[in-house]
């Protein structure tokens, strides 16, 4: 089991940037994959970005282009740069394995004003 936390939310205009960290304990963090998912007020949580053992993203066509995964296996950390924020982008982020999942993190929340 790998415990996580995420940081790095707050509030942000329109346009404008975020990075969100999440630390993760426990060894063999470099076997897993790992993502970034989110889940806006009335909605499901959805994936918005994964990075492979490797180094391979995936991202949401929602996000494709402004949002970019990274990873520090030796530092057991995963990052989600955000960039061109828009509204709906508003939701609390949390990172995990794509599945099977762990249990959750307390989440990060990003507020986007117009």
């Known amino acids: 089991q790998v415990q996580v936390a995420e940081s790095g939310g707050g509030l942000v205009q329109a346009g404008g940037s975020l990075r969100l960290s999440c630390a993760a304990s426990?060894?063999?963090?470099?076997?897993?994959?790992m993502g970034w998912f989110r889940q806006a007020p009335g909605k499901q949580r959805e994936l918005v970005a994964r990075?492979?053992?490797?180094?391979?993203?995936y991202y949401a066509d929602s996000v494709k282009g402004r949002f970019a995964i990274s990873r520090d296996n030796a530092r057991n950390m995963v990052w989600l740069q955000m960039e061109r924020l828009n509204p709906d982008d508003t939701a609390v982020y949390y990172c995990?394995?794509?599945?099977?999942?762990?249990?959750w993190g307390q989440g990060t929340q990003v507020t986007v004003s117009s």
């Open positions: 995990n394995r794509p599945v099977p999942q762990w249990d």
């Open positions: 426990g060894r063999a963090f470099s076997s897993y994959n």
């Open positions: 990075v492979s053992t490797s180094g391979t993203t």
